[in-house]
């Protein structure tokens, strides 16, 4: 393989596609000198921890979002390991181009068909590559395998997503809207209460700052009023008469 060439076509693909980072790059070119010291044989194995000390990404999920996205892509083909005995492996795809080394034409199809559908931009660069290559078969390397890989990977940052978005509904239903004052008289004709209750309830929470017992953010202001509505009942006399007064002691008697 020509080692420049190589490169040197590398080169033009990251400059047409904007979905690469420095993180993208940084980690490629890690791979690829683990691929020149294993004689650019593949697949060969990796070691995260000897990538990561190559390439400089600090994170393990950056490191596998990237190495998923090169995947993706069409850069590489990454098959993972779940053995922790046993490290992944790499398939680096040969962007070698001249005509006294050897064509990858798999790699030039591979790359070219799953740039062309995941990027609706038209990469000139990327087509050129698939015009020169005189034997690429459209039926070669596109399988099964590959297509069921590409649409797991999909799912799973589908996943990711829809569990990050639940998190934020979440935080947001969680937000107390204090009431206004209108609101709270509607609330307690509905449940045809007086309306000098409702009064007290508002102003008894909004100089609290609307916490219940004096410490805890108030969720729900219908639920507090109701049991304000229960708590007050009890303290209504019978038959009109004062509450907490002794019916049974002779108050004319002295002390």
């Known amino acids: 393989m020509n080692y420049i060439k190589h490169l040197s076509t590398f080169f033009e693909m990251v400059a047409d596609d904007n979905r690469l980072t420095s993180h993208h790059v940084s ?14 044989v593949n697949p060969f ?49 040969k962007f070698d181009t001249t005509h006294d080394t050897t064509l ?49 990977l999909d799912l799973e940052n589908l996943e990711i997503e829809k569990k990050k978005r639940k998190k934020v509904a979440a935080k947001k239903e969680n937000k107390f809207l204090i009431p206004h004052l209108d609101e709270v008289l509607a609330f307690f004709q509905s449940e045809n209460f007086p ?4 009064q007290k309830f508002f102003n008894h929470f909004e100089s609290n700052g609307w916490k219940v017992g004096g410490k805890t953010q108030m969720k729900n202001w219908n639920a507090a009023a109701r049991n304000w509505m229960i708590n007050s009942q009890r ?13 049974i002691k002779n108050y004319s008697e002295a002390l």
């Open 27 to 40: 980690l490629y070119f890690a791979l690829f000198q683990i691929w020149n010291i294993n004689r650019f």
């Open 45 to 93: 194995q990796v070691n995260r921890a000897e990538v990561l000390q190559i390439c400089k990404i600090g994170s393990f999920n950056t490191y596998h979002k990237c190495l998923h996205d090169l995947h993706l892509f069409g850069y590489i083909q990454y098959i993972p390991s779940h053995n922790p005995m046993k490290g992944s492996q790499i398939n680096l795809y």
């Open 104 to 152: 990858d034409a798999n790699s030039i199809q591979h790359l070219y068909n799953t740039r062309r559908k995941n990027d609706t931009t038209d990469d000139t660069t990327l087509a050129s590559l698939y015009k020169h290559n005189k034997h690429i078969n459209n039926k070669t390397y596109i399988e099964q395998k590959s297509k069921n890989e590409i649409e797991n």
């Open 195 to 198: 309306e000098i209750e409702a």
């Open 235 to 247: 303290f209504v006399a019978p038959n009109n008469q004062r509450p907490h007064l002794n019916l």
